[in-house]
């Protein structure tokens, strides 16, 4: 995780990713209708998606219509609501020697 390196942009690398992305974008268009299938997804209110597009972040979308195109972007979808994780039962041992339950609820939202 910490040693992750900068990516360096050149411009080989920009053309390599307009090409792709003009390629997605004719297929998209040439199978048009069998294509919306794939490419747009209805995102829930409690929910976001998260656009990767070769790689890299587009950004959030969401609630709503969400177009994404095929082969360049990757969706990763991310639940706002709150979780609830029940710790279990311990039991302790306290000073004066009696023993005590303790139970605990966590409560967390991303």
């Known amino acids: ?23 997605s974008w ?5 199978t048009l209708p069998f294509s919306l299938f794939f490419c747009v997804r209805v995102v829930t209110e409690y929910k976001r998606v998260v656009v990767f597009r070769l790689g890299r972040l587009i950004g959030s979308k969401g609630p709503g219509i ?9 969706r990763k979808y991310v639940d706002l609501r709150v979780r ?3 710790v279990p039962l311990q039991e302790m ?4 020697s009696l023993v005590i339950a303790v139970n605990a609820v966590v409560y967390y939202r991303l």
């Open 1 to 23: 995780q910490g040693d992750a390196k900068p990516m360096i942009i050149t411009g080989r690398s920009i053309l390599c990713d307009r090409l792709c992305l003009l390629f």
């Open 26 to 30: 004719s297929l998209l268009l040439l």
């Open 66 to 74: 969400v177009l994404t195109l095929p082969l360049v972007d990757e």
């Open 93 to 96: 041992l306290t000073r004066d």
């Open 84 to 86: 609830v994780l029940d």
